[in-house]
């Protein structure tokens, strides 16, 4: 069991970057599914969550109008499209499912730095 991130990189600021999170292991379907993200320094923080049905998602505040969270649960995959980018932005983004059991399950991060 265990979820996979990618999409991270480098980016300049304004751009755009997409960050996918894979599940293997169970189906995402049963999962309130979450991103954080933890830049240097500071403190995990939650970005963007989405329910298991994805009928509702919320933002954190400094991302809302720029973030979109989304899950296409055929494909056992959840994204964060990413627009609008900003320094501040830049941080290890992890994936985070919370399945209806009580399980938790952590991906390992994807960096994302956003730097002209």
């Known amino acids: 069991v265990r979820v996979v991130e990618s999409g991270g990189g480098l980016v300049q600021p304004g751009g755009s970057l997409r960050l996918s999170c894979a599940a293997s292991?169970?189906?995402?379907?049963?999962?309130?599914m979450s991103w954080y993200r933890q830049a240097p320094g500071k403190e995990r923080e939650v970005v963007a969550v989405i329910t298991s049905a994805g009928d509702s998602t919320n933002y954190a505040a400094s991302v809302k109008g720029r973030f979109t969270i989304s899950r296409d649960n055929g494909k056992n995959t959840v994204y964060l499209q990413m627009n609008s980018l900003k320094s501040e932005d830049t941080a290890v983004y992890y994936c985070?499912?919370?399945?209806?059991?009580?399980?938790?399950?952590w991906g390992q991060g994807t960096q994302v730095t956003v730097s002209s």
């Open positions: 292991g169970f189906t995402l379907s049963t999962s309130l």
């Open positions: 985070k499912a919370s399945h209806l059991l009580g399980y938790t399950y």
